[in-house]
């Protein structure tokens, strides 16, 4: 079983490189014939991922800028993602066609953003059931409205068929089912990113389809409702129990839990050290914006993010 694991992992790695090789903030779309920024890719047998641009969303990327993955289980199909408009959906869908016929059975939104919840409008018009975290479900509720609004300003005739669609089932701690060879666990394993966050475990196949509580190739961003002490002690003392050999994250390629601490716990880590520093120094709020980050200058939307998310993280630690 090991030695299978280990050729299955060495056959994921060498697709991520060579999809790598071209993943950058700077390309404006990598898949021109479909609404998708990407291909969907299997990553290990049955779990394909649509990786979405290292950046903002864009007119161009039509808001892909997360991960669309689907579990082809032998039962059915299970979407991780309703994606950030109607026609993302739809893309997604026709690419799912392309490799079987076994109908969707469920989408999974990670949390209450617009590029998780915002493509539910066409899963709905399927009669596809759609599960989330109270919480999450909760926010985009709250905040539809708006965040339909500024996807509407940035995708234009792209944001064409949205609406409003929020889930239509909704837990607290954990929504399980097994379909053919496959548990497929959705869990809230604590605060993490924002309201909401669920984590997708296969423990057959040891793959966790991570969502925003896992960041690779880009700087995660840290919100105002971000609490990063308690999204370090959620990973610290929830996500690495699960010793996942695979990782999807929420942004960037699928990967293994080696890059993603580096690249969440560890910048997480590594802010929040430099702000202390600063604050038994004295500093203050303005010094803390070109505190050093130089060690992650290498990641994607790092000038987009990097003194926004060092402010936050001031705020926060000022009044721990």
């Avoid at 837990?171 to 909401?196: A, M």
């Avoid at 991570?210 to 690779?216: E, L």
Wanted: proline content about 5%.
């Amino acid at each position: 079983m090991s030695l299978l694991r280990d050729r299955v992992l060495a056959s994921a790695v060498a697709i991520m490189a060579a999809q790598m090789s071209f993943a950058s903030e700077d390309i404006a779309d990598q898949y021109p014939q479909s609404a998708l920024y990407a291909k969907p890719v299997e990553f290990i047998p049955g779990v394909f991922s649509a990786t979405g641009a290292t950046a903002p969303p864009t007119y161009e990327n039509a808001g892909h800028n997360n991960n669309l993955s689907f579990i082809v289980t032998g039962e059915g199909v299970v979407v991780i993602n309703g994606g950030g408009a109607y026609v993302l959906a739809k893309a997604l869908h026709d690419e799912i066609k392309v490799v079987t016929d076994e109908p969707v059975v469920l989408v999974i939104n990670e949390n209450g953003q617009g590029h998780a919840m915002l493509g539910n409008s066409y899963w709905a018009e399927q009669g596809v059931p759609i599960v989330a975290h109270v919480d999450a479900a909760e926010e985009f509720e709250e905040l539809g409205h708006a965040i339909l609004e500024r996807m509407q300003r940035v995708n234009l005739e792209k944001a064409e068929g949205t609406f409003l669609q929020g889930p239509t089932v909704t837990f607290e701690d954990e929504y399980s089912l097994e379909l053919g060879d496959f548990r497929v666990e959705v869990r809230y394993i604590g605060p993490t990113h924002t309201v909401g966050d669920v984590v997708v475990w296969l423990p057959n196949q040891s793959l966790m389809i991570a969502g925003d509580v896992a960041f690779h190739e880009r700087m995660l961003p840290i919100f105002p409702n971000t609490n990063t002490r308690d999204w370090l002690d959620t990973w610290d003392n929830e996500f690495e129990k699960f010793n996942a050999t695979y990782v999807i994250p929420g942004h960037g390629h699928p990967t293994n839990m080696d890059q993603v601490r580096r690249y969440t716990k560890g910048y997480l880590e590594h802010l929040r050290g430099e702000i202390s520093q600063l604050l038994d120094d004295g500093g203050s709020l303005a010094e803390a914006y070109y505190v050093d980050q130089s060690p992650y200058l290498n990641l994607d939307t790092f000038e987009e993010l990097a003194t926004k998310n060092a402010g936050r993280v001031f705020e926060e630690m000022e009044f721990e």
